[in-house]
């Protein structure tokens, strides 16, 4: 990369290139900018920089070849246009300085963001939708867990797996996940275990739907140990 980053995040773009934005210099400083991967050329290529705030915790790319980032540490989200290479500012999200959020593409073209965090402890349950038709969000349902650094999934059914995370103090959340993008968010059955946590790595640190509609949940965890949740 042009830019050494810790814990940035990445999305993969309608035209085969992948985009890689955020996370933290060397020195912890957040990072506000971006760059892109084409696997053609084996090259990264500085964009111009966005995110009004020092970082970005989601990119989500969305039906029109857009990405969607959100947790910049502020209010507000932004959506980049890969046609011309330009970040824009959605209206505002519902929380008031969002970082660590999941970010979930629903079969409708909208896209789930939930729970998240702001500093000194600040732990969100609250969950809301962005429309890309209108740039706006709205609430929905909250999380029966407040927690940060969750990993989110799309199962199948439409409904949305939430796992892990924790509330940034030092009782580290392995809580049950809240599912169902509309609605209420409902507690299903607990992690079978607790967190061991490092900086900012949430049990279930990676969720990978299978082909069965099973999701593999794997790490955070010190015994190395992985989980499997039946929808």
């Known amino acids: 990369m042009t830019t050494a980053r810790a814990e940035p995040v990445a999305t993969l773009l309608a035209d085969g290139t992948v985009m890689v934005a955020g996370g933290f210099a060397s020195d912890g400083t957040g990072l506000n900018s971006a760059e892109i991967y084409n696997p053609a050329t084996g090259i990264f290529t500085p964009i111009a920089t966005g995110f009004y705030s020092e970082f970005v915790s989601t990119l989500t ?8 980032g959100t947790g910049a540490g502020g209010a507000i989200g932004e959506v980049y246009n890969p046609a011309t290479g330009t970040f824009s500012a959605t209206g505002n999200l519902l929380a008031p300085s969002l970082q660590f959020d999941t970010a979930t593409l629903l079969p409708n073209g909208t896209v789930l963001v939930a729970g998240g965090d702001e500093c000194c402890y ?17 609430a929905t349902g909250s999380m029966s867990t407040a927690r940060g650094v969750a990993t989110a999934t799309l199962l199948p059914n439409g409904t949305v797996l ?8 030092p ?12 609605g209420n968010l ?16 949430p049990r279930g640190g990676y969720c990978h739907a299978a082909a069965n509609g099973k999701v593999l949940l794997v790490g955070g965890d010190e015994s190395g140990t992985a989980e499997l949740y039946q929808p």
């Open 61 to 68: 790319l969305l039906p029109n070849g857009k990405v969607l």
């Open 122 to 138: 600040v732990v969100y349950s609250s969950a809301e939708i962005f429309n890309p038709a209108t740039n706006t969000f709205s």
């Open 162 to 169: 939430v796992a892990g995370g924790d509330d940034l103090s």
């Open 171 to 182: 009782t580290w959340w392995a809580a049950g996940p809240g599912r169902s993008p509309c």
């Open 186 to 201: 409902q507690s299903g059955d607990g992690l079978l275990h607790r967190n061991w946590q490092h900086d900012h790595a």
